[in-house]
Every structure is written in C-alpha cells, then in structure tokens.
C-alpha cells in the first residue's frame, strides 16, 4: 500500500535554530497538508497545498513557517528559527484530490524537541 | 465553524469488554466522518469512515454509524483486545472547511489483560 513517507523521525535542535521537515507524499496526490500533535494534545491543522502553493493556514502558521515542493516529489516545512512551544510531532498527509470523502494517509511523523 | 467533539479519557477496559467512545459534530453541510487511531509512538492511521448519513464504517471489529439526526459517529467494538490500546481520534472533513481534517481530541484507551 502506497505510503507517505516523513523524515527524519525525531529531530533534537536548539531553540533559534532553523529546521526542515521532508515529506514525500503518496506519487499520485494532489493536496498535501502539515498537521502537529503537541505531545498528548490535539493533532492541529497548520497549512495545505496544492498546486505548488498554500490553499490554507491556521493562525499557527506565522512568518517563521514556510512550506515548499522544490522538486515535485519532496514536500518540506520549514521553521526558521524555533522556540521551545515548536517542539511536537509534525505530520504530513496527502490525498488525491480536494475530496471531503477521503481519508487522509498521514506520515509516521517527525517527532520535534527544540531544546 | 466545524468541530468534533469525543469524550474525555483515559478509558480503561478489560479484556473483552464492550467499547464504546462518544463523538458528536458541528458542520455545515454533510461532512465525511472518520475515525483515526494512533498505536504507541507511531503515527495516525485511518481506521473506518462514513461519508454519508446512515453509512456504517467498519474495520478490525471496530464499527461507527453516521447519525445525521444526532450528529454522532460513535465508536463501538464488540471484544477488545490488549492490542487495542492507543489513542482514537474523531474526526470531520467537509467542502466548508475546505477538505482539511478537524480532529476531535482523542481519547486513550487502555485495555487490561
């Protein structure tokens, strides 16, 4: 079965630093989409893609997030300079087309501790 | 705007005991409901789904019946099993909140040998 596909798992990183989270979606999606879980809370939605821009954002995603498709497989989320509230697990997920019926294939998530 | 809402946790059971976890919904429009649950340190999977009144999504034993009268998509399971121990989201997508997925905020299950 087709697989969304997130690395690295666990990122450790200073606070300031700059860090990028790799997705590579599922081959054929359209839609890819960035969602975070702080540990033992809700999973947020933070922003969706499509067609090489952001169709949405939630209020979570301020200027130090940023999201690119730099070569038509790979799916990234950049945050320039982190804070110690960043640290999450972040989770990419695809679907073939904006469908409200489909189920989203989620990653297996990049788990995030800004130190 | 769009929301879901499921019961508190942790929910303990014993195994083979029946499970019930609660989820109601606000939308607009007829949103596809979805039931995602989250093994121990890994990530979210899709376990059933209904998109249309009345449908029954079904998996693993696992069953919830979208009730468009009570905005509910409860989840059941017969007999669980220790196996079954993680976390369940509820959660909703519908063209009005452009196909983005709002999750509930789970609910621990924890089942005793």
């Known amino acids: ?115 | 705007g769009d929301s879901v809402t499921q019961m508190e946790g942790p929910v303990t059971l014993s195994e083979e005991a029946f499970l019930t976890i609660n989820c109601t919904y606000t939308a607009t429009g007829y949103p596809s409901l979805f039931w995602y649950v989250q093994y121990p340190g890994e990530g979210l999977q899709l376990l059933l789904k209904a998109t249309k009144a009345d449908d029954k999504g079904s998996n693993k034993g696992f069953e919830a019946t979208y009730r468009k009268e009570t905005t509910s998509f409860h989840l059941e399971k017969g007999s669980v099993q220790v196996s079954d121990s993680a976390v369940y989201f509820c959660a909703l997508s519908s063209y009005s909140s452009a196909s983005k997925i709002i999750f509930g905020s789970g609910t621990r299950l924890s089942i005793r040998p």
């Open chain 1, 1 to 115: 079965e087709p697989e969304v596909t997130q690395t690295p798992s666990h990122q450790v990183t200073q606070m300031g630093q700059e860090v990028i989270l790799r997705c590579v979606p599922i081959s054929n999606h359209l839609y890819f989409y960035w969602y975070r879980q702080i540990l033992g809370q809700k999973v947020e939605f933070l922003v969706s893609f499509y067609n090489n821009e952001i169709s949405e954002k939630s209020e979570i995603f301020d200027d130090q997030f940023s999201v690119e498709r730099p070569d038509g497989s790979n799916f990234t989320l950049k945050i320039r300079s982190t804070k110690l509230e960043d640290s999450a697990m972040y989770f990419c997920a695809s679907i073939p087309g904006q469908a409200a019926n489909y189920g989203y294939t989620f990653g297996s998530g990049t788990r995030l501790t800004v130190v």
